[in-house]
Structures are given as structure tokens and as C-alpha cells.
């Protein structure tokens, strides 16, 4: 028979985002909280990003990403948080039951009362992004060789084309450089970059490796192992011009076209869906459409920078706290956020106006497109501006924020939506 | 030198069952496989149907193998533990026009021997299978026809012929015939010589350059003809039946089929290709794909796509040995007519799958024929187990194979949950899975949505441990294909 165990809050992953949720849920005073991670080791994706560039904004310091993860694993383990590692979990319910499987406890059952789902995302694939010819061994996610490199210690080839300007694939190039590998381009369909500008500048122009925009890959060949892909160019309509073809040899293609919000899980539950973030539709609680199930971090929508998913995170596991403490309004009000062109997505969705009056909200944003000269992020409420920002330049691969400050209480509790627009600088 | 009584060249489904119906005997077989795993040719990229039999024309050997395959596939699937499903399939007529083309298909099954075929109303159709187009004029309904996973019906069979003493040798190409006075003495490989009295050419794509080796019909030719598939994530579309198109002089047309594993498929193309390995997936396969799709299912999207493939259909130009029908194209099998102990089975292409038991039967009848002994073994066992699937079990099952064996509780492929305990047994089984698609097509790891992002790195790592080799020697599909190159630095100067 199958016991049943219970805890106050779940959290589903224990990268950045679960371990903010759980430390965050402790603190704010629930009394048992566990993390359930498929991994054998908690921090998630952040280990095998050895690279620095992680916890600018949180703790000002420039850290590799496993020193990162590593703060808050400490942190988890003095706020006594259970950890169970090396499970996969099965199943979840809307009444909060989640059906686990590892080695030693075998399939069971747990029972919580307050859920943060913090699976993070996965790489796009191959298939989905259709690339014709063989099946060879040596074509990979960008991120499936940085673990092989970074965590096993493993070299999964010797000479590179990455496809894709996402920034694991940038990072990949320097890292792959460093290990003495060659990695002749990064070739990127979209007339501008996919990843931050910083990694272009450290990870590419340092290391010599030339980007090449608006081409992409028309053929992989290779019968066993990859031998060469085929680089064409595309025209503004991501048409191929099979004219600009050119056979560049290499013996392994890396992939980083884009990641997924893990939401496998997510969908079972019953939650509702952003088809555009492919997270799931939250507040700025991280409550989803379904009472006591909080979601945190990639799972939500694709970050940039991880400082933003620990806040985040943290936000989630203080209101799932709140959540079992029974002074939570499930049926508290909560207005739109509409976003206008060029802005693709926001999140949160939705605001809890009455949240105002303990903490600011901050809503993130990305742009369909990059817009190369000074723009103004307006928030505005029934049709009046209340607050605006300046960027120098908006892009698609950098998220664009906007904080709701408290100030705005008033303001936000009197109307029936949140716009958002971006428009130029005169 | 190895002697046996009995070489089968290729370890396809044909290669396989024809080993397993002549494993019941008292001879010493041997299967050499020029790759490193069974079914690694046409017999792990095709549709996987149990064709009904009212497609091949009537008299020809395609037809009657066809309907006597058709038979066998019940018993088969008992006793060899495979999915198959008798789910039955569709010949869909979109527009009045091809209306007329039902009842010449229809007639032409009965003529055949097809039991059951029906031709269903417009509202029947629609009521069965309300997305389909529209305009859908009435279906062909036959009953009999069935989905499998043709990779498993080829490793069960391959288990139970390695259980009756068959052996098996991988990575094994065979080169030319060794023969003695107009009979065979032997076969030579790229690994030496194997001595035996028969053979069995059953090398798929390439019969007809083993039957050259031989000397015989030197007219005949196998042309590769390409078919691309696109597998759809189930999450996004899903048909729980086998719908074709009516057949045109191209073929059988691009249909949709659902799989045991739950997807489903669009597919195939129908493209002659020179080369016997050009398993690539191309732009206009893929655009051919999106546009004919659009006649049976409007509205259906590429997008849906978690994996595409291709395969090679061994299409021969052979004349049906029936000389009241005028058709090349048919099945070949035979005893070679100029030297002894040789026989062959070529250009097996649609409907070479459904047909593939009988084609086993027929071989050992074309043996028996010949006049060689066969006895029988007096404790021949016909059946084989399939070893446990995670997925498919109850949460109390599970917790059973857990207490035997905890690695059966650790998940390594997330999207279709498979087991590391499932890897292990694998790679331990009788015909022993050495490389990540062997375990891919047994396990079916890696084939979800991810597409072997999470599972691969864990699968290769459980091969090394496993068969206690370095990283670098783990494959993805046997020599030449290995995911590893080296260590890193850190790792090469044991500072890890």
C-alpha cells in the first residue's frame, strides 16, 4: 500500500526559484516545507553553470553559478527544508497530492497543503525546429554538452557550428574554446541576437567567433556522426536563399534555439496557460488559476537573469505561506495587465491591487522585436500614465521591467486594468 | 572456421521471424547483421500497419502473403508478447470523384480474400472521425488491418530464436558466397568466413546485390524509395485509428496512423533516392507532408512535430511469377535457380511488414521443399516475455519491481517515464542493447517531447557503467557514431 506523508508546501525543483520559494515559505513561517528535485544534487541548471555573471543584483558579487545555487542551498538547510533528491514526481493533484518515484522510497505519495511548481524549462529540440537531413550522432542542446562538459567532464566534439544565439549556445562557445575545442560560427536566423549583448561581447568577440545573422542551417549531413552542415542565408522573410548555401565541415552541431517552461506537469493539474510565455497565467502572487498552486521562476516564463527568478521565487513561497495560513482571499480582486505591440508578454497577468500596500510590484516584460534608439515603457491606468521608464534600447533577448511602487495604491485599487506601452523617445 | 546449418543475412523483421519459425528445428542458425542491433534498417522507420490486403493486386505473391500475414498476427503477438492492436483502418474518399475508387478497392480485397470490408456513409465517416476533411464522400472500413511497433515484433522475435539456440552476430557484413560445385559451402564476411549448407537472403535493401553475388537475376534491382514521417506530440493531436487517402499511381498516399506508443503519425512521402543510406529528411519531403496532410485532416500543423524520420522502402522491379498478371514490383522469393542452398527474399517492401510471417513460413517451406532434414526439437518454446515497462504498471506493481530491484524507481526518461532499471535490463537482455537507439527503440527513452535532452547524458553514463566501458566507446548506433570524443582538461589532468 502506499503511505501517505504530509507537508505544508511542496516545491516541484530545486534550482534557483525552488530554493528561493522554500526558504521564503519557511521564513514566513509555515512548518514544514520539501523540495523534491530529479537531480541528484539541489541548485538545478545553476551547476553546471560554471561560468560567472550570477548575483549582480542580489548580493553585488559577480559569482559562478554553482556558488550562486549554493547560498541558498545553505540557506535551505539552515532553515531545516527537506530535500528529496534523485525523485521523480509522477503526479500531481489539484488537491495538492503529488505522486513521487526514486530508488529508496519507491512510488509514494505525499500530501501538502500548499504547492510551488519550479521545474524551470527545457531546450528546444531538433524536431522542433524541423532541420532537414540525416540523424547522425553529434547533434545536441546546448545545454545536454554543457553538462556533459561542465558536470561529467566529457567532450562531446571537437569542432562546432552552434545554431542559435540563445545564450547557453554563446556560452558554450567560450566554454568549448577554453577546452582547446574549434568552434567556427554561431549562426542566428533573426537579424539581431537572441541572448544578452554581454555574452556576444565576452563569449564571442573575445574568443574570435563569428556570429552570423540571418543564416540558419538548411541540412545536417553526416551518416554515423555529423560531418557538415549546410549554412544558408535568409531573407527578412526567414526564406532560405538555397544560392548562399555553403557546406561548413564539423563533426557536431549545438543547438540553442529557444527554451520551453517545463509544464508537463502543470497542464495535468488543470492550470491555465499563457500560450505565448507557456507558463502558466499568474498574478503577482505566482498563484495560478487554480487555488494554493504557485508556480516560480522558468516555469513561468523564460528569465534572463537569475536574481529575478529568486525574487520571484521568493515571492511565490511568501504567499504560499500566506496561502496555508488561512489569511489568504482566494477570491481577493485582481485586474488585467494588457501589454500593446511591440510588447509580446507580461508577467504577472494579473495584479492583486490590495497587494500594493505591503510591497511594489514589478512586472516583466519582452519585446517582439529589438528597437535600436531610446524608448519609453508607459504603465497607464483607463487610459492615464502614471508612471514611465526610459531604455536606451529595447531587444528581444532582454527583458524590459517596470515596477509598480506602493505609492501607486490609490491610483491601481480605482481602476479595472494596467496598460503597458512602448513607444520612441522624442 | 564456424560452421552452421543455416545463415540468415540481415536481422530485419524478415531476417528475425524467418530465424524464430526455423528455430523450432534441429539446425544450428546463425543471423549476421551488418549493423549493430536488429531491425536497424527499414524495419525501425515505417508505418508500422498490419495491412487488411485490398491494396496489392490480386494474384501477385505481394497479395497472397499479404492476407496469410494478415492471419498470422494474433497468434504472433501471444506468443511473442508484442502491442498489437487489430484497430482496423480507413480509406478515406474526399470529393465525389474518388467515391468510385472504394468499390474498386473493395472488390478487389474480396478478391484477395480481405474479410469484412464495408464501405461507411458520409455521416458513418464523420461520426468515427469528426475532424476529418469535410468534403469526405464515404470510407473503406476493413477490420482486420492492425498497428505494432515493428522494432519490438523484430527484437521479440530475435529473443525467442536466440532462446532456441539461434545465434546472432552484429557489425557482420557479408561480402560474397562461397560455393562448391553449384552448391554453397559457405558465406565470406568482413570478419572471415562462416561456413554453412544454406543461406537466407533476407538483406532488405540490399537482396539484390547478395543475389548478385550468386550470379542470379542479374536484372533484378532494388531502388530505394524514401518515406518521411513526422511523429506529433500527442499533447497537441491525436487519431485513434489509421486513415489513408485513396491510393493514386504514387502509392498508398500520406496517411495518419496512430502507434502503439500512443502517438501519432503523418507520413509517408514516396521518393526514389540513389543511395540504400540516405535516411535524410528533406525540405520538400517535409513540405510535401504539410500539403498532402491538409486532404484528409484540414488544419493540421507541422508545428506539432516532436520528431520526423525517414526510411527506405527496398522497392524491387520482380514479375509476378503469376503470369495471368502483368506487374512488376512483386516480392521475389525463391530458391536461387543456379546454385544450391540459397534462398531469397527480395524487394520486400508495403505490405512486406504485414506480410513477414508469412514470408518465415514460406521459407521454411521452400527448405522443406528443397529436401533438407528438418526435425523438429522435441521442447521447442514458442513464446517469449517481454520485460516489465514502468509506464504501464500500477503504482502497486511498480512498488513489487521496486522491492526487487530499486533502480526500477529511478526515472531516467521524464516525458515517456522510463526506468533506469528498464535501461539495465535491456542492456543486459538476451539480444543485449549496446548503443542509446538500441535502447531508444526498446525502451522508447528519449523519444517525448525533449527528445533525449535529459535522458541522454544519463543513458550514456548507465551504458558505460553497465558494459563497463570508457565514455568515449558508448555509440549512438554502433562504430563510428560515438557521442564522446575525450575528457575535458580538468578531467584529463585529474584535477576534477
Redesign the interface.
Known sequence: ??TVHAYDVIVIGSGPAGLAAAVSAKKNGVNSVLVID?DVEPGGILLQCVHSGFGLETFGEDLPGPSYAQRYILEAESQKINLLM?T?V?DITSDFVV?V???????QRLQAKAIVLAMGC??R????I?I???????V??A??AQ???NV???????NFVILGSGDIGMIMARRLSL??ARVNRVVEIMPYLNGLSRNYVQCLQDYDIPLFLNHTI???LG???VEAVEVVRVDQNRK?QPETAEIIPC?TLLLSVGLIPEN?LT?KIGVSMDPITGGAIVDNCFETSIPGIFVAGNVVHVYDLVDYVSQDGTTAGKYAASFIQCNWNSNRRKIPVIVEEPLRYVVPQKICPDTLRESAIRLLMRVSYPMEYPVQVSLFTDQKEILNKTYPYVRPGEMVSIQIPKSAYDLIMASQEVRLKVLRKE | MDSYDVVIIGAGVVGCLTARFLSRYQLRILVIEKESDVGAGTSSANSALIHAGYDPLPGTLKAALNVRGNEMWDQLADELDFDFERCGDYVAAIGEDEFQQLQILKRQGEQNGVPGLKILSVDEIRKRIPNINPEVSGALFAPTAGICDTFAVTIAAAENAQMNGVMFRFDTCFESFLVEKHRIVGIRTDRGDIRCQWVINAAGLYADEVMHQAGSHPEFMIHPRRGEYC?FDP?CFQIDTVLFPVPSEKGKGVLFFKTTHGNTIVGPTSEFVDCK?D?????T??RYLEEQMQRLIPGAD?RW?????SGLRASGNAICTNSDVDYSGDFLIESDKTVKGLIHCAGIESPGLSASPAIAERICLLLEQSGFEMIEKPYWNPRRKRRPCFRHLT??E??EL??QD??Y???VC??E?V?EGEIAAEIHAPIPARTYDAIKRRTWCGTG??????D??RVV?ILTRELNLS?EKI?????????????????RSGQ?
Open positions: 500500500m502506499l530529479r534523485d521523480m509522477l505522486t518515484s526514486n530508488e529508496t522510497i519507491g512510488v527545457r531546450e529540440s531538433r524536431a522542433q524541423r532537414p537531413g540525416t540523424r547522425p550522432a553529434g545536441y542542446t545545454g545536454t553538462r556533459w562538459v561529467e567532464g566529457l567532450m562531446p566534439g571537437k577546452e582547446g538548411n541540412k545536417i551518416k554515423k556522426r532560405v563533426d508537463e497542464r | 511523429v499533447a543510406e535516411k535524410a529528411v528533406s525540405v519531403g517535409l507541422l512535430t516532436i520528431a520526423s524520420f503504482n502497486e511498480r512498488n521496486i522491492a530499486p533502480r524507481g529511478r526515472i521524464r516525458c517515464m526506468t517531447r525533449c527528445q533525449g535532452g535529459f541522454m547524458i553514463e565514455s555509440s549512438k548506433n554502433g562504430p563510428g557514431s560515438e557521442f564522446i570524443f575525450s575528457e575535458t582538461k580538468n578531467q576534477c
